[in-house]
């Protein structure tokens, strides 16, 4: 099992991207109740992003990304994805995609509650 983010690059500032974060070697005894992503920049420590409740759709998002960054899934391709609109300098970091096994009334929390990673994925926003 392993989860693979893609969809980094370059841009330009108010350039878009959208990431996606794909599980593959999915058994029948996974279930993802939360998906979130993640971003770590240097010299920074990982915060999180957004969220979503997979039972529910509950979405949560990050003040500094609140109204540019939508996050979706996609169940049967075992897909997530975060659109990102308007990205700005401080937008630049790696971005990971995590998910938790483990059900909680809130998708809302510290990275460490999730159980499975992507290796990361490089946006990069300059002019």
């Known amino acids: 099992f392993q989860l693979q983010a893609s969809g980094g690059g370059s841009v330009q500032p108010g350039g878009s991207l959208r990431l996606s974060c794909i599980a593959s070697?999915?058994?029948?005894?996974?279930?993802?109740?939360?998906v979130a992503w993640f971003r770590q920049a240097p010299g920074k420590e990982r915060e999180a992003i957004s969220c979503?409740?997979?039972?529910?759709?509950?979405?949560h998002y990050a003040e500094s990304v609140k109204g540019r960054f939508t996050i979706s899934v996609d169940n049967p391709r075992n897909a997530v994805y975060l659109e990102m609109n308007d990205l700005q300098p401080e937008d630049t970091a790696v971005y990971y995609c995590?998910?938790?096994?483990?059900?909680?009334?809130?998708?809302?929390?510290?990275?460490?509650?999730?159980?499975?990673w992507g290796r990361g994925t490089q946006v990069t926003v300059s002019s």
């Open positions: 070697g999915v058994t029948s005894d996974y279930y993802a109740y939360s």
């Open positions: 995590a998910t938790d096994t483990l059900y909680r009334p809130t998708c809302w929390v510290a990275a460490g509650h999730y159980d499975y």
């Open positions: 979503l409740k997979t039972t529910g759709g509950a979405t």
